[in-house]
């Protein structure tokens, strides 16, 4: 027996076994036609019900998602964390099932930013549109003011905002640069950051790969809000930073511990 980091066979996504497929089909099977029920379901409901008076059914429907590959799910959320301010949630973007699993980590509504292209995509676009995420085109350049906007009625509603800086999925699970456009919005809104670590999702499932590995066990760590009032323009670069390490240092820690392979 040998140790070996979390997530870093690469390997052992690339030739999966023929039971790896199996399980896979049977995971996304599943999976899809949940979706499908819950998003049909949901966007009826939403025709005639704000979607804050559905929260228990949205995160339920999380729940179920995350249950469907049977994951072991926990939150670690800082004290400092308050469930009546509205917050900037950045986090580390590894798969597809990202948004479920911090979802249920805190109380507060929050409210996704998604490629606007996707919008296209059956029932589930359809939902995240009628549910009022937050539409970006691909690439930043442009649309500042925009997406400012659209940020500045999402919080004025009491929501909060849940966004993956990296801007893509990692490849190699590590936690990537961090794009400079949210952290601009939400010194100029002066609303707090707080740092989001998924770990145990390299596990799970890789960018570059369709295998999903079931039963694994998923942190999610909400570490203590960042201020970002008073920061100036020349100070953006250490808000990136100040919330871009305690992501990084939760997934290189977990990476760092290894498993008994």
Known sequence: MQAREHGDDLESWRKATLLDWMTSAAVWSAEAGFVVLAGT???????VVEPERLEKVARLAARVILGIPRL???AEVHPAVDPA???IFCQNHVNHFDFCVMYRATPHFKQ?????????YPVYGWFMRQRGTIPVRSGMSGQLAEIRDSFRRTLDRGHSILAFPEGGRT?????GPFRR???V??????VPIVPV????MQDVMRAESLIVRPGREVTVHCDAPVPTDGVPDGGIGDLVDRVRAPIARHVDEYLRSGSSV
């Open 185 to 190: 919005i939400a010194r100029d809104l002066g």
């Open 112 to 120: 996704g930013l998604e490629l606007q292209d996707h919008f296209r």
């Open 85 to 87: 301010t509205p917050y």
């Open 171 to 175: 490849r190699d699970c590590r936690v």
């Open 72 to 74: 072991r799910w926990r």
């Open 197 to 200: 670590a998924v770990t145990g």
């Open 41 to 47: 379901t949901l966007m009826a409901l939403q025709t």
């Open 181 to 183: 456009g949210v952290f």
